[in-house]
């Protein structure tokens, strides 16, 4: 546990920031699972509308340090090579 003042502060700094990287990081994980259910259903548009919307989603998370700017980038080349992909 923490002893000093400025240890007690950071402790309680890290708490605040951990609790909100959760929740970011479950939200970047709900865009790229609508997208994944989008493409399963076969409806493109609607694949191409979730995959707009987890772009600045993703891109978010990739800037704040959530995930690493290469697994942003390589989700995002997934999702796309799979809408492109559809009929």
Do not use: C, F, W
């Not at 399963?40 to 993703?58: C, L, N």
């Amino acid at each position: 546990m923490a002893n000093s003042a400025s240890a007690k502060k950071r402790a309680r700094q890290a708490e605040i920031h951990r609790s909100r990287n959760v929740g970011d990081r479950a939200m970047m994980r709900t865009y790229i699972k609508k997208v994944y259910y989008a493409i399963d259903t076969g409806d493109k548009t609607s694949a191409e509308i979730a995959y707009k919307e987890a772009v600045p989603v993703i891109d978010h998370a990739a800037g704040k340090g959530l995930i690493h700017a290469n697994k942003a980038a390589r989700h995002k080349s997934r999702m796309n090579n799979n809408i492109r992909s559809m009929a």
